[in-house]
């Protein structure tokens, strides 16, 4: 009798054929993608491992033993060759190994109702799976080992300049000081006691999203203040608060009434700032106010200790900083980052809605008395000779570069530092003037009492891959020689990190031109070179075939092929229309809006970074007017998001631009570049050299279709928000899509300590002291952009009695 007559005869075939079919199912997808993967001049192995499945699937079906060894042979040839790809890089391994692996577990179960195999048979060949497994297990629970090297060992006179650090009891700006160190020199909770901290206290800012939260574009990202006896912070649409920063019992709150069409691509308010007025009298109206820019393009002024609008200031406490911009359509120019103000000049930038049009508000630069609110001078780059408002009939040039992040400030120099982002359409160039091409993607130091540069320094040569700078620089004291110099660390998009010199901006570590492509749409356009930081880079090397990702062999067969059709030479490949294009690092950074932390006594900075990139193609004009790409505020009904969107209409400019952020496949979501996908690391200030390097961020709330996994495996994830390094040798840091908030030993990068929030943590956290106790503070109010979920709850921490 034949085998497949016998298995039937024993009732034994359902089992086969669903094996063996789907083996055959399976290998039918590989066999395809396999010849076009093939063809295109990627990897063989999806051919032939398809070709062996379908022949393993077909003879299983019929209850061939042979099925079965055809596919324990094609298991050991895939582990090999996920070895030779891959070696031990237990990420790297997962759609290698995992998803052939759970198949060989069918085939063995089945291995009884084959004729010939016996039951100790199958037991022995399944032992020696077992065996394989555990050991690949070993190897994937090694994922990413960090390099873990000693802190410096640094005199803390010759790196801290005093008037740099942060007031131990207070957090009186946004990176703790305008010097933007996010470094705290309290030191009650340390290594040794910081497992047990707990919650102090929870507010509620009640500032919540009206309708479904999951169609909401709220992000707060807040960073409260601390001065005095007081906490002050805003919510995601500009209501300023003000609590106990002992109990979080709520003092005062002022609502600007920020209407929701004024919404860009996030109601965020990152923070407000605080200024006292010189020689005022303690108890008089506004000595003490709380600044604030709102999302509608109103610089709001009001009483600290009441919460009453400074009537003093502009009209009824309020300037609008749109004044002789032209025409301002709701949701293009907004403010979501908190003014600095050095020598009494609040100097405000604000952000353009980004990819809308050329023809977009302008950019410019602006600075205001802090006691009146008067317009001290305002900076356009196109018209340098203006020094206030346009002449009648004019405005201020129209698509220029904005400054809608965090600047820092030297109080004793007199200037502010401007991270400038890149014109109004940031993936075509052509239409750009001198100016623009000047002062993109560049840091700009402005004389406050002018309103002029100073100098500036450019990181991107004619920008098309929208890496504006999104971080604050941050002001140290550096290293050099016998002394020290004053100087500014500047984080970018693209990993690199430079030292400057912050009186002139010359660079103290040599800048590298390198050969940059010259290809794209727009060829001549682009620079022969682009400089690179030989200080350090959190970049990671160019991509390649073999990075590619997924659950399973097929979705990393599919990232396989968009990795093969699409055009990548590397960092700063210019935009394509013909066919997609990879930007890698995407404009996620690196580095974004968090920025970094330096510890000046210990010397050592902290990065937190995001390591993926971005899958785009421009779009010609008439395919984006059919797609309904039209800018916010267009007739036709343009509603587009703006920046972040998968197509942003860039109106003026002759294509549309689509990106896909983090490069994810449409079905599961998932990221085609594998893990980590961000990560944090410690850097010897004197030196550049990495200290300790790990993937930050677990797989608890991330999984396909946006599925929580709830492992609580270190997979590195995106993340938003900004870390605080204090005394006590601790590193504090949320940001990332896991919900938690984190304490991190900084000698060892080493997590000690976590509590779930209730909602995204995409903010930076701070530190302050009253009534002898350090509390911790962190924003849970989650990202719309970064899916993690949205919240109104401002949360305190602090040692037990």
Not at 380 to 389: E, F, L, R, S
Not at 448 to 454: A, D, E, I, Y
Not at 646 to 661: F, K
């Amino acid at each position: 009798m034949h085998d497949e007559t016998i298995t039937r005869a024993r009732g034994y075939s359902i089992p086969l054929l669903i094996v063996g079919g789907l083996l055959a199912l399976i290998g039918a997808v590989l066999v395809v993608g396999g010849v076009w993967l093939a063809a295109i001049g990627g990897s063989l192995y999806y051919f032939l491992a398809g070709v062996g499945l379908v022949g393993s699937g077909a003879l299983l079906a019929r209850g061939r033993s042979l099925g079965a060894w055809i596919y324990v042979t094609i298991w050991v040839l895939t582990v090999i060759w996920a070895l030779w790809e891959a070696g031990l890089n237990g990420w790297a391994l997962i759609p290698r190994v995992v998803g052939p692996s759970v198949l060989l577990v069918l085939v063995l179960l089945v291995l009884p109702i084959l004729r010939g195999w016996r039951w100790r048979t199958a037991l022995s060949a399944a032992a020696g799976v077992i065996l394989l497994l555990v050991i690949s297990g070993f190897a994937i629970s090694r994922i990413n080992e960090p390099n873990i090297g000693a802190l410096p060992r640094v005199n803390a006179s010759t790196v801290a300049d005093p008037s740099l650090l942060t007031p131990g009891t207070d957090w009186p700006a946004y990176g703790g000081s305008y010097a933007a160190q996010r470094y705290s020199s309290l030191n009650q909770i340390t290594s040794a006691n910081v497992s047990g901290l707990k919650r102090a206290w929870l507010y509620n800012t009640g500032d919540m999203p009206k309708g479904n939260s999951k169609d909401s574009k709220y992000g707060a990202e807040t960073t409260p203040l601390k001065v005095g006896d007081t906490l002050y912070l805003c919510s995601a649409m500009n209501i300023i608060i003000a609590l106990d920063p002992a109990t979080g019992k709520q003092r005062w709150r002022f609502d600007p009434q920020v209407s929701d069409k004024w919404i860009p691509y996030t109601a965020a308010c990152r923070g407000v700032a605080y200024y006292a007025t010189p020689g005022a009298a303690a108890n008089s109206e506004c000595a003490a106010r709380i600044i604030e820019g709102t999302l509608d393009g109103r610089l709001v002024a009001v009483d600290a200790r009441t919460g009453r609008p400074c009537s003093g200031f502009g009209v009824r406490g309020q300037v609008d900083i749109k004044r002789g911009m032209g025409e301002v359509y709701p949701g293009m120019v907004s403010m979501t980052s908190p003014p600095t103000i050095v020598q009494g000049v609040i100097v405000t930038g604000h952000q353009v809605l980004d990819g809308q049009k050329l023809s977009a508000p302008s950019g410019v630069l602006q600075g205001f008395d802090a006691i009146t609110g008067a317009k001290r001078w305002a900076w356009d780059m196109v018209h340098p000779a203006w020094t206030g408002d346009p002449p009648a009939g004019q405005e201020y040039a129209r698509g220029t570069p904005n400054m809608w992040t965090i600047a820092s400030g030297d109080e004793a120099l007199g200037l502010v530092y401007m991270p400038m982002g890149n014109s109004s359409v940031d993936y075509w160039s052509s239409s750009r003037g001198p100016e623009q091409k000047a002062f993109s993607t560049s840091l700009v130091a402005i004389d406050v009492n002018t309103g002029r540069p100073r100098w500036k320094f450019q990181t991107v040569r004619n920008d098309v891959w929208d890496y504006d700078l999104g971080a604050q620089a941050t002001l140290v004291d550096f290293p050099s020689g016998g002394g020290t110099v004053p100087a500014l660390i500047l984080p970018t998009k693209q990993g690199d990190m430079y030292i400057l010199d912050r009186r002139t901006g010359q660079p103290l570590f040599p800048v590298q031109d390198s050969p940059a492509p010259r290809t794209g749409v727009e060829p001549e356009q682009r620079s022969p070179t682009q400089p690179f930081s030989s200080y350090h880079t959190l970049a990671k090397e160019t991509l390649t075939e073999r990075d590619m990702w997924g659950m399973s062999p097929i979705d990393q067969m599919i990232c396989r092929i968009q990795f093969r059709n699409a055009e990548y030479r590397g960092m700063y490949t210019p935009p394509t229309t013909e066919r997609r294009f990879i930007q890698y690092p995407g404009y996620n950074g690196g580095t974004d809006w968090g920025g970094i932390a330096v510890d000046p006594v210990r010397g050592v900075i902290v990065a937190n970074y995001n390591d993926m990139p971005n899958y785009n193609r421009l779009i010609p004009r008439e395919q984006a007017n059919d797609k309904k790409a039209f800018p916010r505020g267009d007739p036709r009904g343009g509603s587009m998001g703006g920046g972040h969107g998968s197509l942003d209409p860039q109106a003026g400019a002759p294509y549309a631009i689509s990106v896909n952020p983090g490069w994810r496949l449409p079905l599961t979501g998932l990221l085609c570049k594998q893990p980590p996908y961000g990560g944090i690391r410690a850097i010897d200030m004197r030196t550049g050299r990495t200290i300790w390097d790990r993937p930050f961020g677990t797989a608890r709330q991330n999984g396909p279709r946006g599925i929580p996994s709830m492992l609580p495996v270190t997979i590195g994830t995106p993340n938003n928000g900004g870390s605080v390094v204090t005394a006590g040798g601790l590193l504090f840091i949320a940001a990332a899509t896991d919900d938690l908030i984190r304490a991190i030993d900084l000698r060892t990068g080493k997590t000690i300590w976590q509590d779930v929030l209730p909602a995204g943590g995409q903010a930076t956290p701070m530190t302050y002291e009253v009534n002898g106790k350090q509390y911790l503070v962190i924003m849970a109010g989650g990202h719309h952009f970064m899916e993690t979920p949205i919240g109104d709850a401002v949360i305190a921490y602090a040692l037990p009695d």
